[in-house]
């Protein structure tokens, strides 16, 4: 029993059917497309300050009207 039970979890988790079925098809970074990126051009810079801008504004109008 003490020593069926570590070679048999050697066997399950060592085995290529494992790896295949549970470990490749998770991908560990996020996909570009669903990350945020920096701003690198002054225009952007501006176009997120502006967009940060307006979402506190009108969160803090939120706020203010019942």
């Given at each position: 029993?003490?020593?069926?039970f570590p ?6 988790f060592?085995?290529p059917?494992?790896y295949?079925?549970?470990v ?24 997120e300050?502006q ?13 203010k009207d019942?």
């Amino acid at each position: 029993m003490y020593v069926m039970f570590p070679v048999a979890a050697m066997w399950y988790f060592g085995s290529p059917l494992f790896y295949d079925n549970h470990v490749k098809p998770v991908q560990f970074w996020p996909q570009k497309e669903c990350t945020q990126t920096i701003p690198t051009q002054k225009e952007e810079w501006i176009a997120e300050l502006q967009r940060l801008r307006e979402e506190r504004l009108a969160k803090r109008q939120e706020g203010k009207d019942p």
